[in-house]
């Protein structure tokens, strides 16, 4: 039986630590909104087929239907999420550690945002989760490979797919005569089909994190078992869009500006690579980063038109994708330490 509103009240009310997972929770789910979404609006915004905010609106609306809609029937990126890493030590010192992944999570992304380097919070959601229970169990015994492999699988193709779809989308678009406007005009459902994708893969991974939490709370730290109540995707969903309003012109200007110079033809090759990256992921239930998927299908799609990348942007970018698993694992164990010393 799922969990109700009014009980998972009152489990906040009794434990402060759940209270404080949850808020930080939360505050990722608007991070991720913020500074994730944009990727899914970027080419839009940066040909011209949609204002900056109205396309924010769209990816906000979008992203709230993509949590509810996928989430409804396919829940397997959320179950794989919340079975990443066994918590044991009992229900304070376990959510003690997860509130320190959570946290680290806040620290990463907001770094990220600072110098406008669009980062995966779903990898360092994973990391920094693992990092903690590492940090609790003391080894490595804790950490569920079977779900690493599903987020190893989805790293491979987030990239390698992405920009393979990219760069092959562009080319029949290209060899096409299309006015000008009626690619503008393609690109409007590319945007929303993008940012209804984002919220299918990303409102999971966090639906998850609140379940793991509510479990370790009732002194649950195997998998039991997984029911998604509708007032917690509501949330979840809801969270997410509104971090989405609140922007994120620094991701837009990197990866759309910064990186690759886009076209009409250029963009709608993006959407439509991305798109088709991130459908396959969901249906097969891998978690994967939609910043991955996005920038590297730009980066596809740029290698093959005459608009070629900045491999320097392009570079910084990876550079940080490379850093995310070792520094966020790293540093939701060392908080995780220094939240259990307390």
């Avoid at 949609?50 to 179950?79: D, I, K, M, W, Y």
């Avoid at 990239?159 to 690109?187: C, D, E, H, M, Y």
């Avoid at 990348?309 to 698993?325: E, H, Q, S, Y």
């Amino acid at each position: 039986m799922p969990l109700s509103f009014f009980e998972f009240l009152c489990q906040l009310c009794e434990n402060p630590a759940l209270f404080t997972t949850v808020l930080l929770t939360l505050a990722v789910l608007l991070v991720n909104g913020w500074t994730d979404a944009p990727n899914a609006i970027a080419s839009a915004v940066v040909t011209g087929a949609l204002p900056f905010r109205s396309a924010v609106v769209l990816a906000a609306v979008c992203n709230f239907l993509g949590v509810l809609c996928v989430t409804s029937v396919n829940a397997s990126v959320a179950e794989t999420v919340y079975s990443i890493a066994a918590f044991g030590g009992g229900p304070r010192r376990a959510l003690t550690a997860l509130c320190a992944a959570m946290a680290a999570i806040v620290l990463w992304a907001g770094l990220a945002w600072l110098f406008g380097i669009p980062t995966s919070e779903s990898h360092a959601l994973v990391a920094g989760i693992s990092g903690a229970a590492v940090a609790l169990e003391g080894s490595f015994s804790c950490i569920r490979w079977d779900c690493w492999g599903k987020v190893g699988l989805g790293l491979i193709l987030s990239a390698a797919a992405g920009f393979w779809a990219g760069r092959t989308a562009f080319r029949p678009i290209n060899s096409v005569k299309l006015f000008p406007r009626t690619l503008l005009l393609a690109q409007l459902p590319g945007a929303a089909a993008a940012a209804f994708l984002h919220g299918a893969q990303d409102g999971q991974k966090f639906i998850g994190v609140f379940l793991l939490g509510t479990a370790l709370a009732q002194g649950r730290g195997d998998e039991g078992t997984f029911v998604i109540p509708m007032w917690l995707m509501v949330l979840c969903a809801g969270f997410m869009a509104l971090g989405t309003l609140m922007g994120g012109r620094r991701i837009i200007d990197t990866v759309g500006r910064e990186m690759v110079s886009l076209g009409p033809r250029e963009g709608l090759a993006a959407d439509l690579g991305s798109i088709a990256c991130l459908l396959g992921a969901t249906l097969l239930g891998l978690p994967v980063s939609t910043t991955h998927t996005r920038t590297c299908a730009l980066l596809g799609v740029g290698s093959a038109g005459g608009n070629r990348p900045d491999w320097a942007v392009a570079g910084k970018i990876a550079l940080a994708w490379v850093l995310t698993f070792p520094s966020c694992m790293a540093i939701g164990y060392w908080m995780a330490r220094v939240f259990l010393s307390v």
